[in-house]
Structures are given as C-alpha cells and as structure tokens.
C-alpha cells in the first residue's frame, strides 16, 4: 500500500443544465471530504455536516464499494479495515451530486493508495458503471463542464470535457429530498420524436453559451422537454421558482440532476437572483437552502496526507 492516511475530496456537481440529460455535468465549488486511515482493526465510518446513511457495509457505502470495486478490477486485494471520517457539505438527495462525490473519493483513494495510478480519466468508467450515467461522475473526477456517453461493448463511457466561463450560480434546494430512483420513475418510458429532436437541437447551443458566457443564448439552450416537465411536478412551486429567477434576470435556469435543488446562472452579480428564487418558494411554504457557487475546473483529488509509505 502506498499511503496509509490522508484525505481525498470531491466536488458538488450539477447535471442535465438542461436538454444534456444523462449526459451534461459541471463541477461546483462545493467539496465533500473523506479522510481516510487504514491503521485500525475494524472498519469505522463517521461524519459530521450533513447526516446520511453509516455504513461500514462495502455493499452499502459508495466510498468502500467504489474502492473496493477499483481494486478488484485491476488485481489489488482491498484492506480488511479502515477508518472514514466524512465531511458532507454537500447536501444528500438534493440532485448536487453527492453520491457522485461519494464513488469519486472512493475511486480516487483506491487509485493513489494502493498504486494502481490510473489516469484520473479512466476513473469515469468504473464510476459510471456503479452510478448508472457518466453526469455527474465525470465531472467529478475530471472537473470543469464534462459530456459523457455509454460506448457499446468494449467501449467504455466517452467523456469529452469543455472549458467554462466563471458563470455565477444560484442554487435554491427545498427542504425535501427527492430519491434518483424516484425522479426517474416519474418520467415517461418512451418520448416523441418531437420532443427528442427540441432537445438534440439545443445541446450545440448549450455548449456554446456556457462555453462562451452567452448570457443571450443560454435561456433558448437550457430548454427541455424530457425530464424537466415531469421532475418539476415532484418540487413545490417549481415553476413559479425558475420564472421568478428568469424574472429578476437569471439568464438560464433548470432542475439540477434528479431535483429537488433548482439552478440559475448569470454573468452578473446573481444575489437579485437567488432572492428572488427564495421568496417565490417562500410562497409555496416550503423552507429552502440557498447556495452562490461557481464552476470548478479542480476535480476529486488527494488533498493532505497524514502519512505516506
């Protein structure tokens, strides 16, 4: 083993922004951490900030499957025990990608420590494989604005990645959670032509405004008619959110992932913004979290070593 202690982190991601769904992902400057330690005899898992689900269970918990999985795959016989201290600011169920940050500490740590040194893209495919799409994974191990597509046998997940202008980002969550599960059994099993072909046409146009800091674009490139329709019917007031962000000058908006969180971006100051997306949901009754972000080009790294060898 090469490292015995350190620290990996991961970005918050968004996904879809959009017509790109299953395919679309940024990085946002918002990190979970895991701290990882392999000098103990049983397997320990704790955290603080957001609460999710412990488990010491490598079927249960994304860090240890995603390790486990990694070293598997490529000869290494996985430690019996280790110690995980999570550190979740990254709020679980909220469609920010944190089971995304989850797989990509666990892939990344497995990476360095047991010296299987991977290009951090080859990461992506394994990860797809245990998320079920390429969104929000590739852009968590690769950072910045990321298109992923499941290849067909022996191909792998294709990933090509986009530098970003410093767009700033609104993101409103209600105080629900929506399960991805969930989401995804509220869309339809087939779609129009109609509908495939409004999305296939703006997805040019989406890579060119975000890629571009077309604020003029970006409102026409952020359209959708297969997923938003359907998730925006799970989340309070969803509609009357986006509008008011379009209203108070958001120059595209969108249902981040599988929901609930709603995202709006701008080349300007996005304060206007966000205020007016919170009081719109203060009109529904539902409390909400309320975060201003940017987009990354860091991705799921090694970030502090205790010990090393």
Avoid at 56 to 62: D, F, G, I, R, T
Avoid at 157 to 167: A, D, K
């Amino acid at each position: 083993m090469d490292r015995r202690a350190f620290t990996v982190r991961a970005p918050a991601t968004t996904a879809n922004l959009g017509p790109g769904f299953d395919a679309f992902g940024l990085a946002l400057d918002l990190w979970n951490e895991v701290e990882f330690s392999f000098d103990v005899s049983e397997t320990i898992v704790t955290q603080e900030g957001y609460a999710v689900p412990l488990s010491a269970s490598p079927e249960e918990n994304l860090v240890l499957k995603s390790f486990r999985l990694l070293c598997e795959e490529n000869g290494k016989t996985a430690p019996s025990a280790v110690r995980l201290h999570l550190r979740n600011r990254i709020p679980p169920a909220s469609g920010l990608g944190s089971s995304a940050a989850a797989i990509a500490c666990g892939l990344v740590a497995a990476n360095e420590a047991m010296g299987i040194h991977l290009p951090q893209p080859e990461l992506v495919d394994p990860g797809t494989r245990l998320e079920g799409h390429p969104d929000n994974i590739a852009a968590a191990l690769i950072g910045g604005l990321t298109v992923g597509a499941v290849g067909g046998e022996g191909e792998g997940t294709l990933i090509v990645s986009y530098p970003i202008e410093n767009w700033k980002i609104a993101i409103l969550k209600p105080k629900m959670t929506i399960l991805t599960e969930d989401a995804r059994n509220a869309l339809p099993k087939r779609v129009e032509l109609a509908d495939a072909v409004f999305n296939l046409q703006r997805i040019p146009f989406l890579l060119s405004a975000l890629c571009g800091g077309d604020e003029t674009t970006l409102e026409f490139a952020m359209r959708d008619r297969l997923h938003q329709p359907y998730r925006l019917a799970l989340i309070p007031g969803g509609r009357e959110i986006l509008a008011a962000a379009k209203k108070a000058g958001a120059a595209g908006c969108a249902v981040s992932g599988a929901g609930p969180s709603l995202i709006a971006f701008s080349m300007q100051p996005i304060e206007p913004v966000l205020e007016a997306m919170a009081e719109a949901c203060t009109k529904t009754g539902t409390e909400a979290e309320t975060f201003i972000l940017s987009p990354t080009a860091k991705s799921a790294a090694i970030v502090a070593d205790k010990e090393t060898k």
